[in-house]
């Protein structure tokens, strides 16, 4: 079960980071899009983010070349086939998911591990497009935004999840050089049941005027040194994300602290998704590295 080549769906933010980080472990790496427009959209990305390592000392220019010739792009889900595992990093829509995985179950060797990095997606409404072979070697791989640079990595079994190919997987989150830890497939598995409850809090602290948007944030970072405040936050995972993430928690666990609250559900519905559209609890827009707070309430 040694795991040489990886494959990886989807080149956005997260799959991008993925790929950069499979490549940078020393394996051989292969990622998917729909586009060549959207592949050199993701590697450009990764391209920027090599530098960033580069220029800190942190990579040689010789490593940065290594990574380079470990990556390749490819549209065609076929070039996949021969993968030890693929990292499925695609838009968050069951059915899209349910589609690639059955073409892909046919396309792969039998022994490709499967693992999605679904945020709060069920594992096993994935794992059933495909075939019970193949469900014993489905997992989650969930990584955290930037990739590159967050250590974490939630280890997703199911309750047919062989115990050899989950006990691979923790070893391949290693080899990637992250920090795995072993979650259940309860949706939003460790850190997002924690992490969301609390952002919706934050904002509903805000629409009863407890702080302003800067004052919570700040309380937050200088308080608990965290680094981030939870609306800074929640503009740097995108507001759509996260509407779409407690919608999914709340559906499942109907409990009213998943449930998203008015003022996020008016912000998405505006058009405010945070950082990717310029505008959120913050306003990118003037100057992106000192956004100015919104007026939301
Ligand atoms: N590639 C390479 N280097 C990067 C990078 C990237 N993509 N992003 C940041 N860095 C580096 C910077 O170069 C910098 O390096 P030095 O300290 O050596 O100079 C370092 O990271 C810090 O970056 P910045 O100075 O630009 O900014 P910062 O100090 O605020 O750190 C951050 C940025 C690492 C993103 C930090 O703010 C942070 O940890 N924020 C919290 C992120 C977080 O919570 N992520 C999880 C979101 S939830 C999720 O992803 C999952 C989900 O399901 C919703």
Known sequence: MEIKRVGVLGCGLMGSGIAQTAASAGFETIVREVSDELLQKG??????????????????????????????????????????????????????????????DRICKPETIFASNTSSISITEMMTA????RQQRFIGLHFFNPVPIMKLVEVVKTILTDDAIYERAIEFGKQLGKVPVRAGDKTGFIVNRLLVPYMLDAIRALE?????????????KLGL????????????????????????????????????PPLLKRMVLAGLYGRKSGRGFYDYTKDPKNPTPMKLV
């Open 43 to 104: 590697f450009a990305g990764i391209e920027k983010s090599l530098s960033r390592f580069a220029e800190k000392g942190t990579i040689t220019a010789e490593q940065q070349k290594a990574i380079r010739d470990r990556l390749s792009g490819t549209t065609s889900f076929a070039d996949l086939a021969d993968c030890d595992i693929v990292i499925e990093a695609i838009i968050e829509n069951i059915e899209e998911k349910r589609k690639t995985y059955a073409e892909l």
């Open 130 to 133: 495909t075939s019970p072979s």
């Open 208 to 220: 009863e005027g407890v702080g302003s948007i800067v004052d919570i944030d700040t309380s937050m």
């Open 225 to 260: 040194g965290y680094p981030m405040g939870p609306f800074t936050l929640g503009d740097f995972v995108g507001l759509d994300t996260t509407y779409y993430i407690a919608e999914i928690m709340f559906n499942e666990f109907r409990e009213k602290r998943f449930a998203p």
